[in-house]
């Protein structure tokens, strides 16, 4: 009989964990589309959109060399949430990394500008940081970045 009640146990303990990990699964796909429509029509900014969800606005699209995927380039940024509130900040001087070394959000977006360009990335969640979040960014979350792409290296 307690063979049969731990068994019952351990069943029900491993239901539990299997119903938190289908919660940790979610698309939020539907939920940031919403919120950057909201955004880019409270802001009154003309975006496109890319097939994989990226939108983005090009305020100058800059002269000189324009990036791939591959580049390493020199960006100076300002990533904020929809509400406003700013999560990560580069001075004027930018920083220089990876395309490939960055979320895919950037992969995608940074080549839309030539050196000098710059704009608005609005980023959904599946191209930002997931569902899992990381260093204070909640999982879901939809990344704004204003970007200023200063050099291809």
Known sequence: MKQIILVLFVGFLLSCSSDESADEIIDFS??????????????????????S??????????????????????????????NGNVFDQSDSKGISFGLQQVIKGW?????????????????????????????????GSVLIFDVNLISVN
């Open 107 to 139: 992969t995608e977006g940074i080549p839309y500008f030539k050196e000098g360009g710059n704009g608005i990335l609005l980023i959904p969640s599946h191209l930002g940081y997931g569902n899992n979040g990381t260093n204070g960014i909640p999982g």
């Open 30 to 51: 539907v939920k940031n589309e919403q919120e950057i429509t909201e955004y880019i029509t409270e802001h009154n900014l003309t975006a496109q959109k890319s097939a």
């Open 53 to 82: 969800g990226l939108h983005y606005v090009i305020n100058e699209e800059g002269t000189g060399e324009q990036p791939t995927a591959n580049s390493n380039v020199t960006v100076a940024y300002k990533g904020y949430f929809t």
